[in-house]
T-cell receptor, first 113, second 113 residues
Framework: SQKIEQNSEALNIQEGKTATLTCNYT??????LQWYRQDPGRGPVFLLL?????KEKRKERLKVTFDTTLKQSLFHITASQPADSATYLC????????????FGRGTSLIVHP | KAGVTQTPRYLIKTRGQQVTLSCSPI?????VSWYQQTPGQGLQFLFE???????NKGNFPGRFSGRQFSNSRSEMNVSTLELGDSALYLC????????????FGPGTRLLVL
């Protein structure tokens, strides 16, 4: 069966360090993968999209990697700040269909000052 | 530009009742998608509307329905509410159908007693 897995345990790190979040998937042929940020009581906010033929994408302090052989995406936040504390969701959209994204359950990131 | 707006923000209903939620997309956006978010299942796709037509549908029972108006505003209806329908209902808009970048609203928190 198809699965998208994100670490359900919260990731706690110190301010200034790099946070790395993982998204693993099985039985998908993704056209692209997205990362979203969600704060409590609010809707997800789109951060980055990476396509199946791309290895890495960067935006300011954010970096996403995509390994279709390992079926894994890594999401990095460098020089993390307490304001980066939130839940981060990955979402996969498959080709040959409707491109409706399927979301992982998210990983909570807590950045301590 | 104003973002996606959803009304009401909070709602309490009892089992067996029905509920209608409203979503106004970003001005100029013609596609509206609805999602249900629960702690147990995460963010799950309900349906997508584009040009007043349902284009895609998730795996939810027929009690969940929706519609889109000519001004792109959308409503979602849930009939015969069950306790398990308690969730955060999110609406997302995009310029075109099945577009990669979606903009989410703040959601409607529904509690079924």
């Amino acid at each position: 069966s198809q699965k998208i897995e994100q670490n359900s345990e919260a990731l706690n790190i110190q301010e200034g360090k790099t946070a790395t979040l993982t998204c693993n998937y099985t039985n998908y042929s993704p056209a692209y993968l997205q990362w979203y940020r969600q704060d409590p009581g609010r809707g997800p906010v789109f951060l980055l999209l990476i396509r199946e033929n791309e290895k890495e994408k960067r935006k300011e302090r954010l970096k996403v990697t995509f390994d279709t052989t390992l079926k894994q995406s890594l999401f990095h936040i460098t020089a993390s700040q307490p304001a980066d504390s939130a839940t981060y969701l990955c979402a996969l959209a498959t080709s040959g269909g409707s491109y409706i994204p399927t979301f992982g359950r998210g990983t909570s990131l807590i950045v301590h000052p | 530009k104003a973002g996606v707006t959803q009304t009401p923000r909070y709602l309490i209903k009892t089992r067996g009742q029905q509920v209608t939620l409203s979503c106004s997309p970003i001005s100029g956006h013609r596609s509206v998608s609805w999602y249900q978010q629960t702690p147990g299942q995460g963010l799950q796709f309900l349906f997508e509307y584009f040009s007043e037509t349902q284009r895609n549908k998730g795996n939810f029972p027929g009690r969940f329905s929706g519609r889109q108006f000519s001004n792109s505003r959308s409503e979602m209806n849930v009939s015969t509410l069950e306790l398990g329908d308690s969730a955060l209902y999110l609406c997302a808009s995009s310029l075109q159908q099945a577009q990669e970048t979606q903009y989410f609203g703040p959601g409607t928190r529904l509690l079924v007693l």
